[in-house]
């Protein structure tokens, strides 16, 4: 059975320039994550409408997350159980504990589960991340069991980044693969 991929947006939904939404454009077998109000999220409708997406998958999945789309998929992972699941790609957590980094909107994603995942994961992340320090992504990393990538200098690994189809982000996916 073929791997499909689940892009997983944060807020504001990874707009047309966001590498994501290339993925999504571009890439075989991937299936774009929608959720009802991607500007004003709610953990519970998040997680119910992630959940709800993995099942209709009915395959193998592997996530691909972005930003406030990490800290969803390590609240799914506490929650639901799910063996379609082979892996993550979680780039450019967002740190949901720190008011210096993330706005209120976000709050209710905080506490962020800091609990090994029960499947393969790569976080990747940047050294001028605002949204997280490079240190707090690490610590992530670490406590979700999951191999850790600095690539250097790219903002949030967003639009603004200018990254296109991210071929880097593709080869990374690929080890989960």
């Keep these: 059975m073929t791997t499909k991929i689940l892009i997983i947006p944060g807020l504001g939904g990874s707009g047309e320039n966001h590498w994501q939404s290339f993925w999504a454009k571009n890439l075989d077998n991937v299936t774009r994550l929608e959720q009802e109000n ?19 998958l009915n395959s193998p ?71 997280v320090d490079l240190q707090r992504a690490g610590y992530f990393a670490a406590q979700w069991g999951s191999e850790f990538i600095n690539i250097g200098f790219h903002g949030h690994i967003n639009s603004d980044a200018d990254l296109g189809l991210w071929e880097e982000g593709q080869l990374i996916l690929k080890r989960l693969l």
């Design 38 to 56: 991607w500007d004003k999220p709610e953990l519970e409708k998040w997680l119910a409408q992630l959940n709800t997406t993995i099942l209709k």
């Design 61 to 131: 999945v592997i996530l691909v997350a972005h930003s406030l789309a990490v800290s969803l998929v390590a609240h799914w992972a506490g929650k639901y159980t799910n063996a379609s699941v082979k892996g993550a790609l979680l780039v450019a957590p967002a740190d949901v504990d720190s008011p210096a980094h993330t706005p209120d909107s976000i709050r209710s994603f905080s506490p962020i589960p800091i609990t090994k995942l029960p499947f393969p994961s790569i976080v990747v992340t940047s050294e001028d991340d605002p949204y």
